[in-house]
């Protein structure tokens, strides 16, 4: 079964990114810098980490899907299966098409940076540190509210898939959301046609968990009613009334 809400701690989600081949560059608390391939990412070891993948269509279906009967499903995986499934778009004669990330909150979208992609499969993400619709830092209704996607631009149009995310049941304050998705280039050799094929995409939120509530001190009886009578005033009670 799919694991669609994904929940890790730091030191789970460090050890899963030096299983992945990231290498550990610096630590400077509480910043640990790793690398892999080239790429830099920081992690903040006070926080912890939140995995939301596709559950639901989201309000624009626009790729055609492969693999799978709805587009959501052939993206929704913890690991990405490449060409068994995967959705495709943005037509392009002579070339890959301009590749973005995506999410859309408060009714309007957003886009990352046009992500070149090419004829092999690779990761790329990007982050939204606050909400760019209300200029504010993310809060969990917002989260409840966001859709994430992914968009490739044709000759003609541009094809835009957008997909629901669970709403999650963490508190604490988030620090950043970084959409995920694992893409390539793909030429039709007969018609020199481009697009693009993505077989897997999420969202991560960073955030800080909201410190444990205290634990209740239990109620002792003797202490709330006046003294027990096997204790010192209650001994003393008793005897100056004769017992």
Not at 9 to 33: A, F, R, S, V
Not at 108 to 124: A, C, E, G, I, M
Not at 146 to 165: E, H, T
Request: hydrophobic content about 30%; aromatic content about 12%; charged content about 20%.
């Amino acid at each position: 079964m799919k694991q669609i809400v994904e929940n890790k701690t730091c030191i789970q989600y460090l050890i899963d990114l030096i299983k992945k081949g990231w290498n550990i560059k610096e630590i400077n608390y509480p910043i640990c810098k790793l690398e892999f391939n080239n790429r830099i990412k920081e992690v903040n070891i006070t926080n912890d980490f939140l995995t939301l993948r596709p559950n639901a269509a989201g309000d624009l279906t626009q790729w055609d899907p492969n693999g799978a009967t709805n587009n959501w499903e052939c993206v929704d995986e913890e690991e990405p299966d490449f060409d068994t499934t995967y959705v495709e778009g943005g037509s392009l004669i002579g070339g890959a098409p301009p590749f973005y990330l995506m999410i859309k909150i408060g009714g309007k979208l957003y886009y990352s940076d046009n992500k070149s992609l090419t004829t092999s499969y690779q990761s790329f993400s990007y982050v939204w540190e606050d909400n760019p619709y209300t200029q504010n830092s993310w809060t969990w209704n917002d989260i409840n509210n966001l859709q994430i996607g992914i968009r490739a631009d044709g000759d003609f149009v541009s094809d835009r898939d957008l997909y629901n995310i669970p709403n999650p049941s963490q508190s604490g304050s988030i620090d950043q959301i970084e959409v995920f998705a694992v893409a390539k280039s793909y030429t039709e050799v007969k018609s020199a046609t481009g697009s693009a094929r993505c077989t897997q995409v999420y969202v991560e939120i960073t955030y800080t968990p909201a410190p444990p509530t205290p634990a209740k001190k239990p109620s002792i009886p003797h202490l709330d009613k006046g003294p027990h009578p096997r204790s010192r005033a209650g001994y003393l009670g008793n005897l100056k009334l004769g017992l």
